[in-house]
C-alpha cells in the first residue's frame, strides 16, 4: 500500500529516509494511509497565500467613516433647510412674549436693532424682562390670564435682490451698520391673542431675512 506523509500530504517512496515533498525524515513522520489524509494537499501543490484580514477591516473601516460622514452632511443640509426656516424669528418673538423672556425674543431681531431698543425702550426698567412682563400684563388685562399667542401666514412674498438691496441701504442708513441679506420674505401674518377672557385677532405685514445663517424679523421696531 503507497504511503503519504502525514505533514504535507505528498506520497512516500518506499524506502525512502525524508518526505520528497516537505523534507520531514520518515523516522520522525508516521506514514498514514490516503483515506487518512485525504483532505491534505498532494505533495508539491502551492500553499495559498493566508488572508490578509487587516486590509480588508481597514477598507471596512474607511466604508463606515464615509459613510458618517455622508450622513453628518445630509443631516446638517436637512437641518439649514428645514431647522432654519423663516418662520423661526416670529416664533421666538411671540414665545418671548408669552415666557416675558427678552433673551428668547431679542434672538428674533437683528442684533443692532435689538441693541436699539434695549437702548431707547428699555429706559426705566431694571432688566428687559419687565419691559415683556409690561406688555404682558397689558394683555392680560385686556384678555384675561394665561395669555397664549398663535399665528398663521396668510401670504408670502419672496423679495427679489433690488429689494434686498434697499432694505441693506436702509438698515445702514438707520443703524449705521452694513448688513448682507441672503434672502428675504414679505410675510401677511394673521396673530391671535387669546386669555381666559377674551381673544383678538390682527394682521400685520412682516419682513423676515436671512443674514448669515440666520433668519431675523427685519424692523421690528417700525412694525410696532
Known sequence: MAKFCSNCGGQIPEG???????????????????????????AGYPVPAKTNNTAKYI?????????????????????????????KPIDNMFKGIEKQS???????????????????????????????????DGFED???KNIKISYKITDT?????????DLEEDFDANYDEKIDIKEAYQLEVEATIRGNDDSSTDSSDMI????????????FYGIY
Do not use: H, R
Open 102 to 136: 427678552w433673551k428668547t425674543f431679542s434672538s428674533a431681531l437683528l442684533p443692532e436693532e435689538a441693541e436699539y431698543i434695549e437702548d431707547y425702550m428699555g429706559y426705566g426698567y431694571d432688566n428687559m424682562d419687565d419691559f415683556l412682563k409690561e406688555m404682558y
Open 157 to 165: 412674498e419672496k423679495l427679489d435682490n433690488g429689494d434686498m438691496k
Open 59 to 87: 477598507g471596512i473601516g474607511a466604508v463606515v467613516v464615509v459613510a458618517i460622514i455622508v450622513i453628518v452632511i445630509l443631516f446638517n443640509l436637512i437641518k439649514g433647510i428645514f431647522g432654519a426656516s423663516y418662520t
Open 142 to 144: 385686556e384678555y384675561g
Open 16 to 42: 525512502a529516509n525524508n518526505c520528497p515533498g516537505c523534507g520531514k525524515p520518515v523516522a520522525n513522520n508516521p506514514v498514514v494511509s490516503p483515506v487518512a489524509t485525504a483532505y491534505q494537499q498532494p
Open 208 to 219: 423676515v431675512v436671512k443674514v448669515g445663517s440666520n433668519w431675523y424679523m427685519y424692523d
